[in-house]
């Protein structure tokens, strides 16, 4: 479920990518407001294509670059970035 695996990543740290724009940024917003927070939430956005592999790496790396130092604990982005 997804309060628990983002629950998971929060205590290990690790941001979540994901295509699942129906509810998982209701979830990770959930937690953030009841306090317990998550460790960062990336979403697709509906023009990439889930078997699109090539143009999900290349939104990732440009985006890695500019947010490498972003403090990432209860954000939410969306890629690509408009």
């Known amino acids: ?3 628990v695996l983002l629950e998971v990543l929060r205590e ?3 941001i ?5 724009r129906r509810t ?3 979830h990770a917003g959930q937690l953030t407001r009841g ?3 998550h460790a960062g939430v990336i979403l697709f956005r509906r ?3 889930q078997m699109d592999y090539g143009r999900q790496s290349r939104l ?3 985006f890695w670059r500019e947010s490498s130092g972003w403090d990432w604990l209860d954000r939410i982005e969306y890629l690509p970035r408009i």
């Not at 979540?16 to 699942?20: E, H, R, Y």
Request: aromatic share 4%.
């Open 35 to 37: 306090g317990g927070g």
């Open 16 to 20: 979540l990518i994901t295509f699942d």
């Open 1 to 3: 479920k997804d309060p």
């Open 24 to 26: 998982m940024a209701m």
């Open 47 to 49: 023009s990439v294509s």
């Open 60 to 62: 990732m790396i440009e």
């Open 12 to 14: 290990h740290g690790q």
